[in-house]
């Protein structure tokens, strides 16, 4: 597999954990537009962990990949994954 494949596969890695993100969002909105407030503080600890998990992991493949490829340059610009609406509502309470 040479570097353009492996940028290709991380792109596409980058654009499914954006998807599930974006499906997580989704849920997360249906459950605050039924007014469940426990489930939607849960459901939003769910969706911050699986956020922090994708950048992490799109990170990782970004520095490996620069790694194996000598003439990147040192300093790419990490593209981080849409943090989405739901962490600008994150409930509050007990």
């Not at 459901?43 to 790694?67: E, F, P, V």
Request: charge should be negative; include cysteine; glycine fraction near 6%.
């Amino acid at each position: 597999m040479d570097d353009q494949e492996i940028r290709k596969s991380i792109v596409e890695v980058t654009r499914a954990i954006e998807n599930l993100n974006k499906a997580f969002e989704k849920r997360a909105a249906d459950l605050k537009q039924a007014g469940d407030t426990e489930g939607l503080q849960q459901w939003t600890k769910a969706c911050q962990a699986m956020r922090d998990s994708g950048n992490i992991y799109i990170t990782w493949a970004q520095h490996y990949a620069r790694l194996s490829d000598p003439t990147a340059p040192s300093e790419e610009e990490d593209g981080f994954l849409n943090e989405g609406a739901v962490w600008d509502e994150t409930p509050s309470g007990p």
